[in-house]
């Protein structure tokens, strides 16, 4: 009677089964890998939401804030911000949120306005009010506003995040300068990515002098110091341009300097890639060099420019930003972050009315957000890693 012997050098048939994730595993794309990575980044996830939020505000501005962002009050200049209460002053509890009206006067000592919360006004808030007009989308004339108070003579005041020197609503202010500062790095980000790629792209596949003279033009660029010529630049613009031709001349300068970054990586992946099995069969397939470059060898690389080019638009943002405050950026009346940022300049004027640093709390979140952001995608980006 013969035993039957089991090999223990070959596998148990058992173990070879593969469970449901790991068969998942296996049939799924490459973007669906890539999404089930970059959902496990908590705070990539969160970043993400929050500039979806961030780009909702830039597109309709008008309707979320509350006032005409240059609507004047000479009667509360600096007025600090009203908080939204639920419980008055007699310690009721209310289900529609209110808030209390302002009283001012001017101290005739230091010519400063005074105000004191007046609990006998009391004003709650409805949504969908009626106030200034203004173009939703660009083209949709309406005066519907998310929030505010029913005032239909506009006599009452609301100012949540404050007044500045010209007794305007900040908030308005902020909101609408969401979409000059958000916009403003995504549109310079795709020019950077445009030039990136076509320089690099060229850099890396010819090689030779054209090689050497790209590689030395964005030598020469990479030693200037940025500030001084982002200031020479912006120096240079017209001052009797209007405010979107500043817009547009901001942009094309901040892309002007930003692409070389990108156009390195670009170069440095096309010269690993030309010596490639499949470029070369692609070249005796008969594949014009157009094809070859976009269809077969960008695609390659792709996600790791989507991340940078993610890491890109913060410091995009704050270079506008650093130029608006410095007076050399975005003029009024175009409003910005970094525009608001510069009544801040003035010491007095921040010693009166510290909620003008509000705007720099938008900034430093934006920043953070992208930040967190292309960490998640370049994480992403290679699934496979542990």
Known sequence: MTSQVQNPELPDETDAIPTASEERIYVASQLQLMWWKFRKHRMAVISAILILLMYVVAIIPGFLAPFDPNAHNSGFIFAPPQPIRFVDAEGNFHLRPFIYGLTGERDMDTLAMIYETDTSQMYPLHFFVRGASYKLLGFIETDIHLFGIDDPEGDVTMYLLGSDRNGRDLLSRMIYGTQISMSIGLVGVL????????????????????????????????????????????????????????????????????????????????????????????????????????????????????????????????????????????????????????????????????????????????????????????????????
Do not use: C
Request: proline content about 5%; cysteine-free; charged content about 15%.
């Open 191 to 386: 020019l950077s990515l445009v030039l990136g790629i076509f320089f690099g792209g060229i850099s890396g596949y010819y090689g030779g002098a054209v090689d050497n003279i790209i590689q030395r033009l964005i030598e020469f660029l990479r030693s200037i110091p940025s500030i001084p010529l982002w200031l020479t630049l912006s120096a240079a613009l017209p001052s009797d341009w209007t405010g979107l031709q500043i817009y547009l001349g901001i942009t094309i300068i901040l892309s002007f300097v930003g692409w070389t970054g990108l156009a390195r990586v670009v170069r440095g992946r096309f010269l690993s890639l030309r010596e490639e099995d499949f470029v070369l069969a692609a070249q005796l397939y008969g594949a014009s060099e157009r094809r070859l470059i976009f269809r077969h060898m960008v695609p390659l690389f792709l996600s790791h420019i989507i991340a940078s080019l993610t890491l890109a638009i913060p410091n995009m943002i704050l270079s506008e930003t650093a130029l608006s405050f410095l007076g050399l950026g975005l003029r009024p009346p175009t409003i910005s972050w970094g525009v608001l940022l510069k009544e801040a300049q003035n010491v007095q004027s921040l010693a009166l009315a510290p909620w003008l640093f509000l705007p720099g709390i938008a900034v430093v979140v934006a920043v953070l957000a992208f930040n967190f952001l292309g960490d998640g995608l370049r994480d992403a980006a290679d699934p496979y890693a542990r």
